[in-house]
């Protein structure tokens, strides 16, 4: 993969994310025993409420969350011809008005599956399972695969960041003589014959450009903030889109007091975090949580930053702890705190990515590739653009040497080195 030989060329550290003792939050119906019970007593056979390691839960539960996995695999094969274009799949329309909540509800009978698959897609798409509908997941997973999203897709972090990817090739670029002009943001956007007029704005002030070739790498739903001439086709498509939303709170503690190294909880349980990671560096015991959906838009800002200290706080003590009644008193108090509050960010609002609302994609017949579909001398990146890896990095270094290679071809300087 791209990001990998990247972190290579910068002598980055990739480190496996380690999976073991993953403790869960989650309703269940407690298996044989608890049925066999409720039979003898004649008494309902009720959901209740399970805090605790997700090997430990009803067997019953883990086999059905494994199957509705596969389910869901089969289903993409069988109704998306083409991860290209979603809107030709087998009732296409059907699909794309079903959101994955519903979908999830009428599909999955057990509930301790439902939950854990619901948090999982809930981490994928930062945005709560009624908000998109089952084609486009369908899609996702026709070109990727259920295990590659939820498994795959998190086996290795960066231990520098992945963000220092970008620092370190704008640093490059730098040395090789290539402007980068921070603190400004396109307004207008024409095409003319001779090339393409840009205004930008910075410190309150409009200034006037023109390039040869543009690439557009803003997220699709912001495309709306840029004035084209003329107007792209991509945008109607665009606002019909919305951002994912998250925010990412790191506790930097002096000694290590969890044994799990992850935690997830159905979103219809928890409180406002869902899933958290041990992050932890030789000698720098950290957690990473996650603020998703609602959840993230409710606590952005940096007013909120106290209350989303004491919310990871609490709910690693909830979540990671043997006893969560008796928290280990290491916990209280976190040496440091590292924050990625992407709502928060100018002229993105949100992460990791675009995603299109329930029945944009059949109104429109636009989907990733065709969204990043050339128009002139524009040219678009971006990971909603992505053929594969769509929302992760991974897609969005894949639309720069889609977008690159684009260029080098419009101006005859032969294929990308």
């Given at each position: 993969k791209e990001v990998w030989r990247i972190c290579e060329e910068f002598g980055l550290t990739i480190v496996a994310q380690e999976d073991k003792g993953i403790r869960?939050?989650?309703?269940?119906?407690?298996?044989?025993?608890?049925?066999?019970?409720?039979?003898?007593?004649g008494l309902e056979w009720k959901e209740e409420e399970y805090l605790g390691s997700l090997n430990k839960l009803p067997l019953s539960d883990l086999f059905e969350y494994g199957k509705a996995g596969k389910k869901l695999d089969s289903l993409a094969k069988e109704v998306i011809i083409d991860p290209k274009a979603p809107w030709t799949a087998k009732d296409a329309e059907k699909w794309?008005?079903?959101?994955?909540?519903?979908?999830?509800?009428?599909?999955?009978?057990?509930?301790?599956?439902?939950?854990?698959?619901?948090?999982?897609?809930?981490?994928?798409?930062?945005?709560?399972?009624t908000e998109?509908?089952?084609?486009?997941?369908?899609?996702?997973?026709?070109?990727?695969?259920?295990?590659m999203f939820c498994v795959g897709a998190q086996s290795h972090r960066v231990m520098e960041g992945v963000g220092s990817i970008g620092t370190l090739m704008g640093k490059r670029l730098q040395e090789e003589g290539v402007q980068i002009q921070l603190n400004s943001y396109v307004i207008g956007c024409e095409q003319k014959s001779d090339g393409v007029a840009l205004k930008m704005k910075s410190a309150g002030i409009v200034k006037s450009m023109v390039a040869k070739e543009v690439i557009i790498t803003v997220p699709a739903p912001h495309y709306k903030d840029i004035a084209f001439k003329p107007v792209i086709?991509?945008?109607?498509?665009?606002?019909?889109?919305?951002?994912?939303?998250?925010?990412?709170t790191v506790l930097a503690y002096k000694e290590k007091w969890w044994k799990c190294e992850a935690g997830m909880a159905d979103p219809k349980l928890a409180g406002p975090i869902t899933l958290m990671f041990d992050v932890s560096h030789p000698g720098e015991p950290m957690l990473a949580t996650f603020f998703y959906g609602a959840n993230a838009e409710m606590y952005t800002g940096d007013d909120k930053k106290e209350k989303r200290r004491q919310l990871a706080i609490r709910t690693a003590q909830e979540l990671l702890s043997e006893d969560p009644t008796i928290p280990d008193p290491r916990s209280n108090d976190p040496l440091s705190v590292v924050e990625g509050d992407w709502p928060s960010v100018p002229f993105i609002?949100?992460?990791?990515?675009?995603?299109p609302k329930i029945g944009a994609i059949t109104k429109h017949k636009m989907h990733r590739q065709t969204l990043g579909k050339p128009f002139g001398k524009l040219h678009f990146a971006g990971t909603?653009?992505?053929?594969?890896?769509?929302?992760?990095?991974?897609g969005g270094v894949l639309t720069g040497y889609r977008?690159?290679?684009e260029i080098a071809s419009s101006m005859g300087l032969g294929e990308r080195a």
């Open positions: 869960c939050h989650v309703n269940t119906h407690g298996g044989l025993f608890s049925w066999l019970k409720g039979l003898l007593s794309d008005s079903i959101s994955v909540e519903e979908w999830i509800e009428k599909e999955i009978g057990n509930v301790g599956a439902r939950c854990i698959v619901r948090a999982m897609v809930l981490a994928v798409f930062c945005a709560r399972t998109y509908s089952m084609l486009m997941f369908l899609a996702a997973l026709a070109d990727e695969s259920w295990d086709p991509q945008l109607p498509y665009s606002q019909d889109m919305y951002m994912g939303k998250v925010i990412k609002a949100g992460a990791y990515a675009g995603v909603e653009t992505s053929e594969h890896w769509a929302g992760y990095i991974e977008a690159a290679d």
